[in-house]
């Protein structure tokens, strides 16, 4: 994880002797931190206060792009990042594709990553690639997702419930892919199945992780204890949904990827 921390200008001050009370002013949030330890604030207490005050949450550039197999990912990430002018045959990717997409209208770049899918390969890469991430596309098949509803809410499961990407918030969005198709699923049917799916499993994922942990500490569970699970109990990570087609249809369908890039455009 990378942190950037800003010029420590303060470094330049010369060492002081200042009382609790006026440190606690200076910086409340700190109180925990530092306890009563002492109640002289010293020059090396100074530069401890100034790392606090300007650590920043490490934040790439890069978007991961996630989903189990035949979603769609690369697919997409051919038309994000060479729009219209490639619609390439596609076939089960092996290792990471990565590109760039400049945001529309705001000149700014963020770097595509399209991953695996295949189960064997997807915890991995993901593990690879999760500290250098700004966000994550999840993709979701709209035709098929009644019958994969299982292993796609492992996956999403398994990417909500990393201790990165939590401590991060990095946001995520639900892209309901392949809506082009006739008799698929809507993003709030396909929602209200995920959190369903994700109920059950955050129940069975924390019994078992129990019987080999006696203390029952353990960070898999998600969402509040008290109620059912909802993708909206996981604040400050913002979970969204929306519905795509990453196919060029001879039609020029919609809703094309017009939902995935307003929200990449919100990410910087
Ligand atoms: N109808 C339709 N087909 C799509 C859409 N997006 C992708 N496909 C097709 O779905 C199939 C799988 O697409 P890929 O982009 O290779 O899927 P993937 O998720 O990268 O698959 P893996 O590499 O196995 O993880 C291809 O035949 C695509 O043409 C879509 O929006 N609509």
Redesign the pocket.
Known sequence: MRNSVEAPVALQLKPIKRDFNLFVSLHPNAIHAYGVRSHKFEYCDMIELIFLCTKRRSKGQGVLIL??????????FYKLVYGGSKQPF????VSPNTGDYVIPEKSKTLQMI?L???ERLRLQMLEQKKSSARGIIY?VDSATIQKDIKEAAEFLYNILSDSVILGNSLPVLVAC?????HLVKGASFIEKQLQKEINTLRVTRSAALQQIDSSGNNNTFIGKRDKDFEFSDLKPLRVTFTE????ETAEGAQPGLTGVESWLANLI
Request: aromatic share 0%.
């Open positions: 989903g189990t197999c035949d979603t769609g990912k690369t697919l997409m596609t076939v089960t990717s399209d695996p899918g295949h993709v892919n392949k809506q082009d198709q795509c087609s990453a196919l």
